[in-house]
């Protein structure tokens, strides 16, 4: 038997994803809202394995990349009222010269 017939013979929700397919779903979950519209459909829908594995790592990333963007807006947010209140320190001494 050739790979051809072997993978055939698999069952749908078994089927491996082609490269073109993770290609074309990379696209696909990154559009902003229908994109992940179909992510959380594919994240929980057991028609192929495969996919809803490569929908859920997605979402993984999407929820890291939102926790990272929140723990970076909070450290601008910090450091930029630490260092207004340092810049106004630093004009009151030089002021004072």
């Given at each position: 038997?050739?790979?051809?017939?072997?993978?055939?013979?698999?069952?749908?929700?078994?089927?491996?994803?082609?490269?073109?397919?993770?290609?074309?779903?990379?696209?696909?979950?990154?559009?902003?809202l229908?994109g992940?519209?179909?992510?959380?459909?594919f994240?929980?829908n057991?028609?192929?394995?495969?996919?809803?594995?490569?929908a859920r790592?997605?979402?993984?990333v999407?929820?890291?990349?939102i926790i990272?963007a929140?723990v970076?807006?909070?450290?601008?947010?910090?450091f930029?009222?630490n260092?207004?209140?340092?810049?106004?320190?630093?004009?009151?001494a030089?002021?004072?010269?």
């Open positions: 038997m050739d790979k051809k017939s072997i993978l055939n013979s698999l069952p749908d929700e078994y089927r491996p994803l082609s490269p073109w397919a993770y290609f074309g779903y990379g696209i696909l979950f990154s559009i902003p229908i992940l519209i179909c992510l959380f459909v994240a929980f057991n028609r192929n394995i495969n996919r809803r594995n490569y790592s997605y979402f993984c999407y929820i890291l990349a990272i929140v970076i807006y909070l450290l601008f947010i910090f930029r009222a260092n207004a209140e340092l810049y106004n320190e630093f004009v009151t030089t002021q004072r010269l």
